[in-house]
């Protein structure tokens, strides 16, 4: 496989669930992120890691709960979701965390979250 | 005052025409600039990267970029319906991962 993937591609969770979302980069990049897109809304960057340490955290609520164990995977666990947190997950990886380049972003296809 | 602005659309533009995209920016700091191209129900994918003042020219797109005007633009030349799209602009304003995004540009390119 190439690139970035992501799973699941859709979830459909009630507000007590607890899920976790998958992130995976072939790419051989150093840094890795966790983005969440609503409608009409930018993209709003949640979590940081470079070389498997959390470098960012983006005043995100203690419900969605980051982990990075090795620079390939990245998941993002979810527990006690609110209907407002329904959005697209996108996971995406860069060369380095640091640098001009480090604005170039490989993403995965994203997670559609639906919290009923 | 939003960080990166853009013209939310919808621009549309008939096939073969000129679109143009602008973006502007607050932060006069800002070191690198990039274009995003995400089609409805996927996901963002990097199309242009401008770093110094002027233009930079890939295949069908320009990137413009001028600094002291704190602008940045992308023009696509003999647009093509597969252009259709949200153009999504991002800034880069410390030299590291702190990407803005702007909200997107919708393009629709009619035959």
């Known amino acids: 496989e190439t690139g970035v993937t992501q799973t699941p591609r859709h979830l459909v969770m009630g507000m007590t669930n607890k899920k976790s979302l998958k992130c995976e980069q072939h790419l051989g990049h150093n840094a890795m992120y966790w983005y969440k897109q609503s409608a009409k809304k930018p993209l709003e960057l949640m979590f940081v890691y470079s070389l498997e340490e959390r470098v960012e955290n983006n005043s995100v609520p203690s419900r969605f709960s980051p982990e990075c164990p090795n620079s390939s995977h990245l998941f993002l666990h979810l527990h006690t979701l609110q209907p407002e947190d329904s959005a697209l997950y996108l996971c995406?990886?860069?060369?380095?965390?640091?640098?001009?380049?480090?604005?170039?972003?490989?993403f995965g296809e994203g997670s559609r979250l639906t919290v009923l | 005052q939003k960080e990166v602005e853009q013209n939310s659309g919808p621009l549309s533009v008939p096939e073969g025409a000129i679109a143009s995209l602008n973006c502007t920016y607050s932060d006069r700091g800002s070191q690198s600039f990039f274009w995003y191209r995400q089609y409805s129900g996927k996901s963002p994918e990097l199309i242009m990267s401008i770093y110094s003042n002027g233009d930079k020219e890939d295949g069908r797109f320009t990137a413009q970029l001028n600094k002291a005007s704190q602008y940045v633009s992308l023009l696509i030349r003999d647009s093509q319906p597969s252009d259709s799209a949200t153009y999504l602009c991002?800034?880069?304003?410390?030299?590291?991962?702190?990407?803005?995004f702007g909200a997107g540009t919708t393009v629709t390119v009619r035959a």
């Open positions: 991002a800034v880069n304003m410390a030299g590291d991962y702190k990407l803005s």
């Open positions: 995406a990886s860069s060369q380095d965390s640091i640098g001009s380049r480090a604005g170039e972003l490989f």
